[in-house]
């Protein structure tokens, strides 16, 4: 789960961080009331998106010279005007992809004057199962564009959980980035600030970009990118109480209502698969045989025929989808259950793509009885070779 920059700055605040002042702001009006709440003379309005690159964005409805969708103001009368020209517009970045995303929320936020912008992230590290700190000197705007041309500026370095933060990480820290003096001092509560909020959040990243030193020396977190380990959302309900379901995928909200574990994809072949494995697999040979899948679908181990319903639902009603490919190995998981499941789901939506079904398993013989005897015109498959074959073919010709 992600949250947007002004909340994260805001749970940073918390844990002593330093954050500018500001305030969300959801009309124009609002923007320039948290405007007059702000000392001046420079003001940024900043797009609230789960997307970065929102400084060097295009929003759709603006002409193509106009500014991005974070931008400075030099009076209160300029902020009314910026937010009246990015809420409610359609905000294209690197990151939202073409068809970007509406600025509901804009961030209203006291103007800093940079001397220098960094770039920190903390994440976890799955081959050193630690909290790894991600530094460069290069932050702004273009660190993708450093991560592949001058890789050497990026400095690396992970805590071990049992002893935290030490004091030769915030030397590492501070000397990555040539901090010294009244400034290197700094860097001891901002590393330990950040890094104690990661641990008690449950976040799986933070990112910072830019970290700056402003020209009177001070660091300070200018932007916050912050998503959370949703299996350990359970135990933060602080956390999930800012959710912003307008942000995320539709289909796969109704997918976490169910439990299924479902991920959008862009590809044409809708897929309904057992066991995380198993779906990986489904999607490699659907892509082997020339064909893109256009969800990752694990309906779990012990799916109940609403279940299996739910997720067909989800499936058919995804515009992009040309066909669909339940794969099913039923070891815990019954076949005559998704049979049951896909029938009953077929009654109910209707089917207007090719239906490839493979069974294996615990009551196959049962579950093919039911698909074949239903009457629904089904393409039945004989094992995952067959059935991704089929399920290709089919699309290729419709
Ligand atoms: P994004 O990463 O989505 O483009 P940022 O919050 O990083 O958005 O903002 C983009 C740039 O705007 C920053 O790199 C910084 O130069 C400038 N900026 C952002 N917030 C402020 C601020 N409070 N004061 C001055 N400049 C800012
Ligand atoms: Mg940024």
């Known amino acids: 789960m992600n949250i947007h920059e002004y909340q994260g700055k805001a749970v940073l605040k918390e844990f002593g961080l330093p954050v500018s002042a500001g305030f969300p702001a959801f009309t124009a009006d609002e923007a320039v009331d948290a405007a007059k709440k702000l000392p001046g003379p420079l003001y940024v309005v900043k797009s609230q998106i789960h997307a970065g690159g929102r400084g060097k964005g295009k929003f759709k409805e603006l002409p193509a010279d106009a500014k991005g969708g974070v931008r400075l103001a030099k009076s209160v009368e300029e902020v009314g005007a910026f937010a009246k020209e990015m809420l409610g517009h359609t905000l294209v970045t690197l990151q939202t992809g073409p068809a970007g995303k509406q600025v509901n929320r804009l961030y209203i936020e006291?103007?800093?004057?940079?001397?220098?912008?960094?770039?920190?992230?903390?994440?976890?590290?799955?081959?050193?199962?630690?909290?790894?700190?991600?530094?460069?000197?290069?932050?702004?705007?273009?660190?993708?564009?450093v991560a592949h041309d001058t890789p050497d500026k990026i400095v690396t370095f992970s805590v071990d959980p049992a002893t935290g933060l030490m004091p030769h990480h915030v030397r590492a820290f501070a000397e990555a980035l040539h901090l010294q003096g009244d400034v290197a001092k700094q860097a001891s509560p901002v590393l330990n600030g950040l890094y104690n909020a990661f641990v008690a959040k449950d976040m799986a990243m933070l990112e910072i970009n830019p970290l700056i030193l402003t020209k009177d020396s001070k660091i300070k977190v200018l932007d916050a990118k912050i998503s959370f380990d949703s299996n350990a959302l359970y135990r933060h309900a602080d956390m999930v109480a800012l959710r912003d379901e307008t942000e995320e995928d539709a289909k796969e909200?109704?997918?976490?209502?169910?439990?299924?574990?479902?991920?959008?994809?862009?590809?044409?072949?809708?897929?309904?698969?057992?066991?995380?494995?198993?779906?990986?697999?489904?999607?490699?040979?659907?892509?082997?045989?020339?064909?893109?899948?256009?969800?990752?679908?694990?309906?779990?181990?012990?799916?109940?025929?609403?279940?299996?319903?739910?997720?067909?639902?989800?499936?058919?009603?995804?515009?992009?989808?040309?066909?669909?490919?339940?794969?099913?190995?039923?070891?815990?998981?019954?076949?005559?259950?998704?049979?049951?499941?896909?029938?009953?789901?077929?009654?109910a939506v209707g089917l207007k793509v090719p239906l490839v079904v493979r069974l294996?398993?615990?009551?196959?013989?049962?579950?093919?009885?039911?698909?074949?005897?239903?009457?629904?015109n089904v393409i039945p498959a004989d094992d995952l070779d067959d059935a991704a074959q089929k399920i290709v073919n089919a699309v290729k010709k419709g």
Not at 280 to 299: C, H, K, R, W
Not at 360 to 376: A, C, D, M, R, Y
């Open 253 to 347: 909200i109704e997918a976490s209502k169910y439990d299924l574990a479902y991920i959008a994809l862009d590809g044409t072949i809708g897929c309904m698969v057992n066991g995380a494995g198993l779906a990986m697999a489904t999607l490699d040979i659907i892509q082997l045989y020339g064909e893109s899948p256009a969800n990752f679908l694990d309906v779990g181990g012990g799916a109940s025929e609403e279940k299996v319903t739910a997720a067909f639902k989800i499936i058919t009603a995804d515009p992009k989808v040309k066909g669909i490919l339940v794969n099913i190995f039923g070891g815990i998981m019954k076949c005559d259950v998704i049979a049951r499941g896909v029938i009953a789901a077929v009654k």
């Open 110 to 145: 006291d103007g800093s004057d940079i001397a220098k912008e960094f770039y920190l992230s903390l994440l976890v590290d799955r081959e050193t199962s630690r909290v790894a700190f991600v530094v460069s000197t290069e932050g702004g705007m273009d660190i993708e564009k």
């Open 360 to 376: 294996e398993g615990t009551n196959v013989q049962e579950g093919k009885e039911i698909i074949s005897s239903s009457g629904l």
